[in-house]
T-cell receptor
């Protein structure tokens, strides 16, 4: 196990609703990154937080937002859910910002938007 | 647009054979190229990674070959085992805002 946990495991929402997904990083890891993985595709980078500040963002609209807390937990918030938001959402924690810092992924949250 | 193209989409290899997965990237600003292994119901896990100043890296049965001029890299799994059956993703990382780009994945099945 990676020591990275995510909750909930599965979630069903309807279009237009808002959702909050949670991640608990490995202790001591200052960086958390969030990814969206559509079925049969590779993960797509949403954004990264380092010591509670956003440090990079992929090609996702502002309705995707995040927070990182001092206790190594973080959140991904998605507003105004769309059908295409249905995917596996992964968080990954790493020690710092170096590309060589190993990212440890959680098992993901499966979000279904109806 | 930054892309990492991965092939094949799926691969079936006999036990003991060599599995080869290929990737190509476009952006020369990438400076780290990891491979991830993902089992059903799990998140990806780092398998092996290479920097562009090295042409080959080997760890156990896993080898990355890197061709900087062609902007291509590949994963070789020697003596493939049924336990290697998983989905493999290549990726390219850099210090740009978009951080990391993953390939679309290769579903590898090792036949006993």
């Amino acid at each position: 196990e990676t020591g990275v946990t995510q909750s909930p495991t599965h979630l069903i929402k309807t279009r237009g609703q808002q959702v909050t997904l949670r991640c608990s990083s490995q202790s001591g890891h200052n960086t958390v990154s969030w990814y969206q993985q559509a079925l049969g595709q590779g993960p797509q980078f949403i954004f990264q937080y380092y010591r509670e500040e956003e440090n990079g963002r992929g090609n996702f609209p502002p309705r995707f937002s995040g927070l990182q807390f001092p206790n190594y937990s973080s959140e991904l918030n998605v507003n105004a859910l769309e059908l295409d938001d249905s995917a596996l959402y992964l968080c990954a924690s790493s020690l710092g910002l170096a590309v060589t810092d190993t990212q440890y992924f959680g098992p993901g949250t499966r979000l279904t938007v109806l | 647009q930054q892309q990492v193209k991965q092939s094949p989409q799926s691969l079936i290899v006999q036990k003991g054979g060599i599995s080869i997965i290929n990737c190509a990237y476009e952006n020369t600003a990438f400076d780290y190229f990891p491979w991830y292994q993902q089992f059903p119901g799990k998140g990806p896990a780092l398998l092996i990674a290479i920097r562009p100043d090295v042409s080959e890296k080997k760890e156990g049965r896993f080898t990355i070959s890197f061709n900087k001029s062609a902007k291509q890299f590949s994963l070789h799994i020697m003596d493939s085992q049924p336990g290697d059956s998983a989905t493999y993703f290549c990726a390219a990382e850099g210090s740009s805002a978009s951080k990391i780009i993953f390939g679309s994945g290769t579903r590898l099945s090792i036949r006993p």
